[in-house]
């Protein structure tokens, strides 16, 4: 195609300006793999973009969508053929780079995994940077002995939201006894049906700890949250317990006791999806095929278009998405 329609975000003060713009395709920054874009997603990272928050983007103007799923139309690498179904995410893809929120993407192909054979592209996308980002904190904790067959809970902070959801799923997929942990306490029912046997509201957990070693509830934990509640969960892990540290929902910055680490054998893994690399990925992509239930996967889907991104972007910043947000770029392909 000669022109693209693509979600364009210029540099203006006190916020950048957002606006669905009609582009010559020739704009594009030129790199091997061409792919016709089918969906993006909104994740928290594309909120913060779209509100130009983080410093992400340098250089404008900027198509964000840090993740896409798309048919290859050509890759001058040879790695992939015409017709191929890839999936990118992460590399810094709609920071950097021009990302998913345009009807077509140019990329490197070592940014792409093939699309799994039995999922299909909306459902890639329903998953997306959350639902990887998601299976490779349960990695990082089997890693570290953290397994089913507990009977204390693995505890999902951020229970509500990308992350949270799809990390609910599979763990109670795969035998964990689950607890989410959520604001919104109208929720309590989706997380349940997700796969949580036990909700607990957020206030229970953001203030902080009270002392540096509590008693001992948590197996483990996904914590989509940061701030003061990975403090908490800190003092509140078992022994030989450990915590994948994904995101920052509720701060960037804590204070805590390293007693948990020395009295308990306490471990913080650290999860970044975006550099991940491809092995890693090519694993975590086959084992959400396997473990997500499509059905469980539909509810937590809302799809909207690109239109609809600057209202989801302030939805998202402010805690109010549930589940996944999917975004429709051309549901023909
Ligand atoms: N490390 C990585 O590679 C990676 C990858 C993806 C995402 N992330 C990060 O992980 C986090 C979650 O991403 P996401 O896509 O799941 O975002 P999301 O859909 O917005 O989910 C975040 C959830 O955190 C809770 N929350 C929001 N504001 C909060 C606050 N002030 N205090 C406590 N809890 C709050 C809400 O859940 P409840 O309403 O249920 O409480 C919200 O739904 C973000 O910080 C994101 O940047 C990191």
Sequence with gaps: METIRALVVRESTPLPTVAVETLPTSTLYQRPLRVRVAYSTLNYKDGMVMRGQGRLVRTYPHVPGVD?????????????????????????????????????????????????????????????????TAMLAIMALEHLSILPGSQAPLLVTGAAGGVGSIAIAIASRLGYIVAGSTGRDTETDYLTHLGASIVIPRSDLDSGPERP??????????DSVGGQTLARVLAQTKSNGAIASVGLAGGSSFTASVMPFLLRGVSIAGIDSVNAPLSAREIAWGRLADLLDPALLEEMITEINLEQLPTYAEKILAGQVRGRVVVALDTSL
């Design 68 to 132: 896409l799923v798309g048919q290859v139309l050509s890759d001058a690498t040879g790695t992939y053929a015409p017709g191929d179904w890839i999936i990118a995410t992460g590399f810094r893809i709609g920071e950097l780079y021009w990302g998913g929120y345009a009807e077509e993407a140019f990329l490197e192909p070592a940014w792409a995994v093939r699309l799994p054979s039995s999922m299909t592209p909306r459902q890639a996308m329903g998953i997306g940077t959350a639902g990887l």
């Design 213 to 222: 070693l509590e008693s001992e509830h948590w197996l483990g934990c996904i």
